[in-house]
């Protein structure tokens, strides 16, 4: 099975309207950079997008939202974009706000196969409305539910020609849970390299959880928020 694509274009053939994606990275961090580039051009809307964060204004996921692609926002952080909030201000982005670790581990929990699990994180409060709860020596938890995706779109630092990947310091975070939840796995590159390559021991996502895989070009590596000493 040949997983090798030549492009972003060639690689999300199949993303049409409605579907669900779950797109990696850490605030812009790891983020799949050419595949967000690639749904922009394709102008796919009506999405429900899963990701640790919402982008900024004019780059990674807020681009996306500034072409009204996004229907649904599942996330836990959001709070660099202004888009995003004159978006779920005014009622045209629906918005689900998930505590970090509770969405890292419904993604985990969605590659695992393990549909549901019960967490401390959000009892008492609106996370945990209309959820079931149950006590657990002496300690109160709810129930969540695993994620899946269409689409999951994953940047990592290296990967081989059958998709086992290496991804580099935060970029590590929810890219290999994400990769593993999604039904097509796309995974960009900054190298890709022949089988043998990798070092076996060094490998963060093995080749059977992603299905295309190609080389990622002109990575901007933006910084949320730079701090320089005066």
């Given at each position: 099975?040949?997983?090798?694509?030549?492009n972003?274009?060639?690689?999300l053939?199949?993303?049409?309207?409605?579907?669900?994606?779950?797109?990696?990275?850490?605030?812009?961090?790891?983020?799949?950079?050419?595949?967000?580039?690639a749904?922009?051009?394709?102008?796919?809307?009506?999405?429900?997008?899963?990701?640790?964060?919402?982008?900024?204004?004019?780059?990674?996921?807020?681009?996306?939202?500034?072409?009204?692609?996004?229907?649904?926002?599942?996330?836990?952080?959001?709070?660099?974009?202004?888009?995003?909030?004159?978006?779920?201000?005014s009622?045209?982005?629906?918005?689900?706000?998930?505590?970090q670790?509770?969405?890292?581990?419904?993604?985990?929990?969605?590659?695992?196969?393990?549909?549901?699990?019960?967490?401390?994180?959000?009892?008492g409060?609106?996370?945990?409305?209309?959820?079931?709860t149950?006590?657990?020596?002496?300690?109160?938890?709810?129930?969540?539910?695993?994620l899946?995706?269409?689409?999951?779109?994953?940047?990592?630092?290296?990967?081989?020609?059958?998709?086992?990947?290496?991804?580099?310091?935060?970029?590590?975070?929810?890219?290999?849970?994400?990769?593993?939840?999604?039904?097509?796995?796309?995974?960009?590159?900054?190298?890709?390299?022949?089988?043998?390559?990798?070092?076996?021991?060094?490998?963060?996502?093995?080749?059977?959880?992603?299905?295309?895989?190609?080389?990622?070009?002109?990575?901007?590596?933006?910084?949320?928020?730079r701090?320089?000493?005066?």
């Amino acid at each position: 099975m040949n997983k090798v694509y030549p492009n972003a274009d060639a690689a999300l053939q199949g993303v049409t309207d409605d579907m669900t994606l779950m797109l990696g990275g850490f605030g812009l961090c790891g983020i799949p950079e050419n595949c967000i580039a690639a749904l922009v051009r394709m102008g796919v809307r009506g999405l429900t997008c899963i990701s640790n964060n919402a982008g900024v204004d004019g780059f990674g996921i807020g681009l996306m939202l500034q072409n009204r692609q996004v229907k649904k926002m599942i996330s836990s952080y959001v709070g660099e974009n202004a888009e995003f909030e004159r978006q779920l201000l005014s009622g045209e982005l629906e918005v689900e706000l998930i505590p970090q670790g509770t969405l890292a581990e419904r993604c985990r929990a969605g590659g695992a196969g393990i549909p549901a699990f019960f967490t401390p994180a959000g009892f008492g409060t609106e996370v945990a409305n209309g959820k079931e709860t149950r006590e657990y020596d002496g300690k109160m938890y709810v129930l969540e539910t695993a994620l899946h995706a269409d689409f999951a779109f994953v940047k990592a630092w290296k990967g081989d020609t059958q998709g086992n990947l290496i991804f580099k310091g935060t970029a590590r975070n929810f890219n290999p849970m994400m990769a593993a939840a999604g039904r097509i796995t796309v995974a960009e590159v900054e190298e890709l390299v022949e089988p043998g390559e990798l070092d076996p021991n060094q490998i963060h996502t093995p080749g059977v959880y992603v299905q295309r895989i190609f080389q990622g070009t002109q990575y901007e590596k933006r910084i949320e928020q730079r701090t320089v000493r005066k």
